[in-house]
C-alpha cells in the first residue's frame, strides 16, 4: 500500500501547442509566467507562482463540446494575512 501522508510538491500538466514560440509569448507576457526550459523548441515549460505547465509541440486534441475546465486561484497566505 503506497503512503498517502506525504504531500505532492507541485504537478505539471502536458499541454499540447502547434507553435512554440508563440505560445510561450502568451504565458510569459500576458499571464506573468518565466521560461523554466526549453528543450530543442519542441518540449518547454514555464513556471509562476510555484505554479509549472509543461508545452508540446503537437496537433492539440480535438475539444470535447461536452468538457469544461474548472479553475479557481487561491491567494497565497501572504496576501489572506494582510
Known amino acids: 500500500m503506497s503512503d498517502l501522508s506525504k504531500q505532492l510538491d507541485h504537478i505539471a500538466p502536458v499541454v ?7 505560445s510561450l509569448d502568451f504565458y510569459r507576457e500576458r499571464l506573468g509566467f518565466e521560461l523554466e526550459f526549453l528543450y530543442e ?18 496537433t492539440p486534441a480535438q475539444r470535447d463540446p461536452d ?16
Open 16 to 22: 499540447r501547442v502547434k507553435d512554440m514560440m508563440r
Open 41 to 58: 523548441g519542441f518540449y518547454g515549460s514555464v513556471l509562476r507562482d510555484g505554479c509549472h505547465i509543461h508545452l508540446q509541440c503537437g
Open 67 to 82: 468538457g469544461y475546465i474548472l479553475g479557481f486561484i487561491q491567494p497565497a497566505s501572504d496576501a489572506r494575512d494582510a
